[in-house]
């Protein structure tokens, strides 16, 4: 194998693992007025992930960097052409973040609710405008002979890439009920679990509709491959489960789903990195877009290192952090005291 094509396929994977990790995170964030009536509930639901979303959310770093240094043209391409989405995610991600440090910091309504609107928001943001920039790499945008983009902010939004990101967010919705359900009690655990089951149709539907359209795109044709096969089982067994209140299973089949999405972009997308809309002459490959050989070779060795140590860490901080959380430990002392 190619080093430039393993490398492709070390991107794919850390996209995938951030939309598996972090997906639920984004689903937390923007779910957890929702669950919850009360402070106590909010901050239970947004402790679910309080230890974990800063160590998720250090997949997308890893991710763009891997696309700066392995695919330079391309992480050119996309960064410029897609400059103005990129930075309002970056204001989602740094609001979201700012979002759990502060909003406990004064002890007042308004205060708490416009953290809440704003992580809520942020939330929001960040898979829309993903899932669109991943639907773009497909569906093409313009660009010219020297890999440049010549389009405007318009150009970003076809049919196409707009539902993709409505399927991400979608996606994360679900992610994030699950998940809520299974690492919660009481109320604020019935309210995920009654959530989870409203959005799993919107979902299922999203999901079916999304992949033949994404393999359809790819000009691979109508009928799905096997990948989105196991995609398209898996979400209608998340709904089926979810039905069921099999929370742990249903998180599986979530996380199945989310995976197997995304995944199948990258797989309709390869030998491509970038299409161009312009004239299927100037796509970016993996072939036209890769760095030298020997930064290939050096990045590998630093990866086949260290990847297995994040993943062992990330394991390790999972376990520890994996106990059901319940809204009666974040409520007032004489809340408690009374009860």
Not at 67 to 86: I, K, N, Q, R
Not at 193 to 214: E, N
């Amino acid at each position: 194998m190619a080093l430039a094509t393993f490398w492709f396929i070390v991107i794919a994977v850390l996209w995938t693992g951030f939309f598996v990790l972090e997906g639920f995170d984004l689903g937390v964030g923007m779910l957890h007025t929702v669950v919850a009536r009360d402070e106590a509930g909010r901050r239970a639901a947004i402790n679910t992930i309080g230890p974990l979303w800063d160590g998720n959310e250090v997949w997308l770093i890893v991710a763009a960097a891997a696309m700066f240094a392995a695919f330079p043209d391309w992480y050119a391409t996309m960064f410029s052409g897609f400059y103005l989405a990129l930075i309002l995610l970056l204001v989602g991600l740094i609001v979201r973040g700012v979002s759990f440090e502060f909003r406990g910091k004064v002890d007042g309504v308004r205060w708490r609710r416009t953290w809440d609107v704003l992580l809520t928001g942020g939330s929001l943001l960040v898979p829309l405008l993903i899932g669109i920039a991943l639907g773009d790499l497909l569906h093409g945008v313009p660009i010219d002979q020297d890999h440049e983009f010549t389009g405007d902010f318009g150009d970003l939004f076809s049919g196409y890439s707009v539902f993709a990101g409505i399927t991400l967010v979608l996606l994360c919705l679900l992610h994030g009920a699950a998940f809520i359900a299974l690492k919660t009690t009481g109320r604020v655990r019935e309210r995920a679990s009654l959530l989870a089951r409203r959005i799993a149709p919107l979902t299922v539907l999203a999901v079916l509709a999304f992949l033949p359209w994404t393999h359809s795109t790819a000009g691979r044709g109508a009928l799905p491959d096997i990948l989105e096969l196991v995609a398209m089982l898996a979400v209608l067994a998340a709904a089926w489960l979810l039905h069921g209140r099999h929370e742990g299973w249903a998180f599986v089949a979530t996380t199945v789903t989310i995976a197997t999405t995304v995944l199948s972009v990258f797989v309709d997308l390869y030998p491509r990195l970038m299409v161009s809309s312009t004239d299927p002459a100037y796509n970016l490959t993996v072939q036209n877009s890769a760095s030298g050989n020997y930064a290939l070779k050096v990045m590998s060795v630093v990866a086949i290192v260290f990847f297995p140590l994040v993943l062992a860490y990330q394991g390790w901080t999972y376990h520890v952090f994996r106990l059901r959380i319940s809204a009666e430990q974040f409520a007032p002392s004489a809340t408690r005291s009374e009860g």
